[in-house]
Structure formats: C-alpha cells, structure tokens
Nanobody, 119 residues
Framework: QVQLVESGGGSVQAGGSLRLSCTASRNQNTMAWFRQTPGKAREGVAVRYDSATRYADFVDGRFVASRDGSLNKLYLEMNDLKPEDTAMYYC?????????????????WGQGTRVTVSS
C-alpha cells in the first residue's frame, strides 16, 4: 500500500499561479496528477514516468510536472490559471498499465487538494 499526500492548493485569480506537491510514502517510478469537478469524470493532467513527462492537451504549455532527486515526490507548477482549471487535484501512483493519463491505470490515490480560480 502507498499513501499519497497532496498540498499546495488554494484560491487564485485568473492568470495566477500555484504549485502543487505530492509526497508518497515510498518511492514510485510513475506518478501522475488528475483533476475532477463535481459531475464530471476524473481526468488526467500530467504524468511523470522514467524521465518522461506527458500532459493532457488542455494544459497547452501552462503547467509543468516535475520531480526532484527523490522518487517519492511530484510537483505541478500551474501558471496562467483559468477559471476552468477549478477542480480537486489528485495525485496518483501504482501504475499498472494502459494509458498514462487514464485514472483506471492507477492503484493509489491521495485525498486531493482543491484549486479555485476566480475570474
């Protein structure tokens, strides 16, 4: 079992920035960010695996997913935030196969951190 803890969410105005952090209870090769709003399916935002990074199309160069030297942390630098980025953001690990940006491909999830972007 792996525990994931997210932090860094908050409220910002459109155009602002936030940096999310995720800490895993043990090293994880693949870690990802997802987000979800009420009534909508959870969607992939970004994933780091091996030394590669993959982003959802809606990121459009505004977010950067990164890891420091340890393999138990994942960050998401979010810039030029838009009201439509408002969501609960979740960290995921325990990738077992399939699409890297599909929620069904991960075993472990954090509790989420809320991001609110006002216009």
């Amino acid at each position: 079992q792996v525990q994931l803890v997210e932090s860094g969410g908050g409220s910002v105005q459109a155009g602002g920035s936030l940096r999310l952090s995720c800490t895993a209870s043990r090293n994880q090769n693949t870690m990802a960010w997802f987000r979800q709003t009420p009534g909508k399916a959870r969607e992939g935002v970004a994933v780091r695996y091996d030394s590669a990074t993959r982003y959802a199309d809606f990121v459009d160069g505004r977010f950067v997913a990164s890891r420091d030297g340890s393999l138990n942390k994942l960050y998401l630098e979010m810039n030029d935030l838009k009201p439509e980025d408002t969501a609960m953001y979740y960290c995921a690990s325990g990738y077992w196969g399939g699409s890297y940006l599909a929620p069904g491909s991960y075993h472990y999830w954090g509790q989420g951190t809320r991001v609110t972007v006002s216009s």
